[in-house]
């Protein structure tokens, strides 16, 4: 009876102690140290620990596209380089109420294949876009939500670090799921335009700031675009790993802010600071939760997360389906890096183990699963009231939208997004149509 006590015991005080507002990576690492020592797991099992850390994450070489794909997207973003081109499609797609619309979603797009960094996606568009979308007609919440779930594609759209953190922990190659990511990723940005168009409906044309030349959009544009071509097609293509392909993203950021006449040394350095800080908290997570998971491990969570899921049933779908409502609800309070490294190296190992009926095998499922994983997380930075992207859309907007009016725009592009998902769930080739 003690024994099935701690799994919960331990799950119910990492929660809390997220919920209390302590450092994530910490409660992780501060509960496995604590059931350590009031289990009947061996002391020896702290060695172990260190073991596994280094295996896990210090040693794990591609861990190391996550750094170099956020420097990248920090020197587009503060060189100023990202706001170029968003301004470029802006103009040039800008001439009707749904062009300005469909305009922020390619641009929502462009940012997510640059960079993947969401906070700087939703910040900038919101601080450029938000008057533009007004001016048009959209009230404030479709503004509201079409700028976050345009900013959250960042986080889908490769090169992603959620996609990298995937692989790993799914034990997938990288690439593969770089590519079963493209067919969700299009799915989305069309459903999310066929409703801009929709509620478009009867706005009028708006007054043009100003044409663009061909020349001048490819001048703004280009440069951003072969980035992202070359990046992702050298990964997808395998002609380079996803590690050296960062390196590749890096170099060609700097080369295209010296283009610019954008480079500086202070504005490498505050990339490079930004970087350094946003990859410890990765860091911190990462080990703290290669702790709690083999202590949760150890003590029989696994067993009895596996037997609550199947008491519900042990249809493949039916076990599908309670994973993906349980991601799903827990996305309302938690990060996706928490989620993903926490419940993914329980979930896995049943899905993994299920048949489909739908002719995958084995690596395949795995990689369906961890799309359909990451399009659920998608969800939990739109989901009130802990949505990183609504924090970043608020403190960006100011004065201009209130958190209500917010919380209100989310609601139907949340709804188009578990639309989409319930899509690949039925149609598992959208995604593993695009794998090798």
Same mark, same amino acid.
Request: aromatic share 10%.
């Given at each position: ?24 990576? @910490? *409660?992780?690492?501060?509960?496995a ?12 099992? !702290? ?20 750094? @170099? ?16 081109? =968003?301004?470029? #499609? ?20 462009l940012?997510?294949?640059?960079s ?25 919440? *479709?503004?509201?939500?079409l ?12 090169p992603?670090?959620?996609?990298i ?6 034990? %997938? ?14 799915l989305?940005v ?5 409703? $801009? ?9 708006m ?9 001048? =959009? ?23 790993t ?14 295209? %802010? ?10 490498? @350095? ?6 350094? *800080?946003?990859?410890?908290l ?6 703290? #939760? ?5 202590? !949760? ?16 049933? %042990? ?21 996706? =890096?928490e ?11 049943? *899905? ?14 795995? $990689?369906?699963?961890? $799309?359909?994983? #990451?399009?659920?997380l ?24 209130t %958190? ?8 139907? !592009?949340?709804? =188009? ?8 769930? $039925?149609?598992?080739?959208?995604i ?5």
């Amino acid at each position: 009876m003690i024994e099935g006590v701690l799994p919960i015991a331990m799950a119910a005080l990492t929660l809390g102690g997220i919920l209390a507002g302590y450092r994530v990576g @910490m *409660v992780l690492a501060g509960a496995a140290a604590i059931f350590i020592l009031v289990s009947d797991l061996p002391t020896a099992f !702290f060695s172990i620990l260190v073991s596994r850390i280094f295996a896990n994450v210090l040693s794990n070489w591609l861990l190391v596209a996550i750094p @170099m794909f956020i420097f990248m997207g920090l020197i587009l973003e503060t060189s100023g380089a990202a706001e170029r081109s =968003l301004r470029a #499609a802006q103009r040039a797609l800008g001439g009707s109420a749904a062009g300005m619309g469909i305009s922020v979603l390619v641009i929502g797009v462009l940012l997510a294949a640059s960079s993947g960094v969401v906070g700087a996606s939703v910040v900038l568009l919101a601080l450029l876009a938000l008057p533009r979308l007004q001016e048009a007609g959209f009230d404030k919440e *479709v503004s509201a939500g079409l700028i976050a779930s345009s900013g959250t594609l960042a986080i889908l759209i490769p090169p992603s670090v959620m996609l990298i953190v995937l692989g790993d922990q799914l034990k %997938t190659p990288v690439p593969d799921m770089f590519a079963g990511a493209i067919g969700p990723g299009l799915l989305l940005v069309a459903v999310y335009s066929a409703y $801009i168009i929709w509620k478009a409906r009867g706005l009028p044309a708006m007054e043009r700031t100003g044409r663009i030349s061909i020349l001048r =959009l490819l001048f703004d544009l280009g440069p951003l675009l072969a980035l992202v071509f070359c990046v992702l097609g050298s990964i997808i293509a395998g002609f380079a790993t996803p590690t050296e392909a960062s390196g590749i993203g890096v170099f060609g950021a700097i080369l295209i %802010t010296i283009f610019y006449g954008k480079f500086s040394t202070k504005m490498l @350095m505050s990339s490079a600071r930004q970087t350094v *800080v946003t990859t410890s908290l990765v860091l911190f997570v990462l080990i703290g #939760a290669t702790c709690f998971s083999a202590v !949760f491990k150890g003590i029989g969570g696994d067993d009895l997360v596996e037997t609550g899921i199947t008491a519900f049933g %042990t249809g493949p779908y039916t076990v599908l389906a309670v994973v993906m409502v349980s991601i799903f609800v827990l996305g309302f309070v938690l990060d996706w =890096l928490e989620i993903t490294l926490i419940l993914l190296p329980i979930f896995a190992p049943v *899905v993994a183990g299920l048949d489909f009926g739908n002719g995958l095998g084995e690596q395949e499922v795995l $990689i369906w699963f961890g $799309i359909l994983v #990451a399009v659920n997380l998608q969800t939990s930075f739109l989901t009130p009231p802990f949505g990183f992207s609504l924090f970043y859309l608020r403190g960006a907007a100011g004065d201009q939208l209130t %958190t209500p009016q917010i919380y209100r725009g989310v609601l139907p !592009f949340i709804g =188009l997004q578990l639309f989409v998902l319930a899509l690949l769930i $039925i149609f598992p080739g959208l995604i593993t149509g695009f794998t090798s």
